[in-house]
């Protein structure tokens, strides 16, 4: 994109939206996220797992002892209710299990009562 603001990294674009559910009124502003990159794979998890603080995002994961362990993440983008985390460089790993819920008042080294979900955390997909 030839033309963006260099200190905010935003730029506008004017586009034509389907609204037919009528989920939009008209000079509502929305947020969009263009990816800019070639494919590459990302794993991802649910949206629920993840916790944003001013000193990053993060996930808890599961010790092999069955406490919590903060794992840092960076998130490339988030896409109907999954965060998306490129595998290169990535401090999670396929199948890693992830807190999802009851991870917001969560510390690093607490027990986890564990219940288990169906699907598996941390999977690798393509993206977008």
């Known amino acids: 994109v030839p033309d963006v603001e260099p200190l905010s990294q935003l730029f506008t674009v004017v586009a034509t939206l389907d609204n037919t559910g009528q989920q939009l009124t008209p000079g509502e502003s929305i947020t969009g996220i263009v990816p800019v990159n070639l494919r590459a794979p990302h794993y991802h998890f649910p949206t629920d797992a993840l916790i944003r603080t001013p000193l990053g995002d993060h996930v808890f994961g599961i010790a092999d002892d069955g406490t919590a362990k903060r794992i840092p993440v960076s998130v490339a983008f988030e896409r109907e209710g999954l965060a998306y985390v490129p595998v290169e460089g990535a401090n999670i790993q396929s199948g890693e299990r992830l807190v ?28 977008p």
């Open 100 to 127: 999802i819920e009851g991870n917001e008042r969560l510390l690093p080294g607490q027990s986890l009562i564990i219940r288990e979900q169906t699907g598996t955390a941390g999977s690798v997909d393509e993206g």
